[in-house]
């Protein structure tokens, strides 16, 4: 009787906790919240994300000869001609940033929205950011992971191979041709993206924007190429005012990493150099003002106040090239200044805020692709006129960023009708003026400056490069690719050339 007894009272507590247990795997569950994240809220981080990291300011602003540091060091980089891959390295930043923190969030957008009718605008707008992302990442690395790209969440492809630059171009053509025209404003126009709130006219616009960049980097390697994409890239309409600028914007959860840099304990280690201080010197030009600042007197950083600031362009010295901060003293002595503290610098207060936008790709730099494509004869129109807007769009811009920047219309008119556009000099002119139009754009300078040849830069003097030639030629694969995608790597490596800043990318012809 005692062992049914105890059977029984086994019985009943096995039934009580099966019966406690039902449920308790969604205890912790809402019932309310969604079951998916919403695909527009990772295409607003992948956008935040793109913001340039602030290693720009040790590679490619350096390499155009706009801003660079005489701190050697960790720093070492595009004013000294010197490789830095190491696991930190500053060339390693858009890779390692793009790879991890954008495109792998664009390729999850685009796997969401891809066969969904209702998401069809932003499957197309996550199309474009994706080549404009793919065009900055092959164009300072080459031959890099493009189709097989970001897959490592959805088919656990974590060694991606790497695709030719010349693949990667016909694919972005196709890519922003598609996307662009399939965006349409009669279906959901996903007012919830943050960069122009599901205007489409504006995303239109912008693709075709970065599809004529596309067309007109091919310019040395295939022409014919060239000129067809820039006839569709204006056939279906490129940006018109700065309303149209692709930017990452001011936001809560955006700080620009190059601001943030120069208003960081690096504060006092970035300069304006002198070839680009003579230049607008040179010319006049109102932008040196909405630029620059130097700290007149300054024998330190902490002695870089307010008081001692001077915005007058008569004032700044643009600080000289080939000197680290060991040489640079002595040559600031010469230079006539208290201390290397005292050459001019970019305004921190102005253009280098911590939430100052990221322009990516501009009217500005679009009405002087025109200018370069009409003068070609790729498009028609006046390169003059496309000059001119191109040099008014910009000194417009720099009072978008900071109403201290703005340049008044009197001096904007001034301006141009002293520096005409020269048809003999056309590519000189619209090069160089996209050099000054792209300040703060370094991979977008960098780029332009390889496949132009202008602004006509003298070389780097500075006696430690690494280099053979004359300037470098693309930024080497970070040695995370160099542990860990081995053998992918290294056939990139074997079909374009040496892993060093000498070796050409494909659309960079000699």
Known sequence: M???QLILALAIMLAATSSCDKGFDTLNINPTAATALNPVFTFNNAMINTAFPGSILVFEEPIVQQMFSPNSGVLAGGNFNIDNRGPAGPNAA???????NVVRYLVDVINQTKSDPTRANLYNMARIWKAYVFQV??????????????????????LPKYDTQESIYTDLIKELTEATAALDATKPTEAGEITYGGDIGKWKRAGNSILLRVGMRLSKINPTLAQSTVQKAVAGGVMQTNADNLAVLNNANYKNPVGNTL??????NYYLTKYFVDYLKSTADPRLASIAVRYVGAKSGPEQT?????RDPAVQVGMPLGFDNGTI????TKDGLASFYDYTQLDRTRLGRFDAPTFLVTHAQTQLLLAEAAQRGWTTGDPATFYNAGITAHMQQLGIVDAGSAVAPAAITAYVQANPYVAARGLQL???QYWVASFLNGPEAFANFRRSGFPALTPNPYPGKEIKGNFINRLSYPDSEISVNTTNRQEAVARQGADNQDTRVWWDKQ
């Open 2 to 4: 005692k062992k049914i």
């Open 94 to 100: 858009i890779w390692q940033g793009y790879y991890q």
């Open 137 to 158: 990442l092959t164009d300072s690395y080459g031959d890099i992971p493009y189709s097989q790209a970001g897959l490592g969440y959805l088919s656990s492809n974590i």
């Open 263 to 268: 208003n960081s304990t690096e504060a006092a």
């Open 306 to 310: 307010a008081a001692k600031a001077n």
């Open 329 to 332: 003293p002595a040559q600031a």
């Open 430 to 432: 619209i090069n160089t």
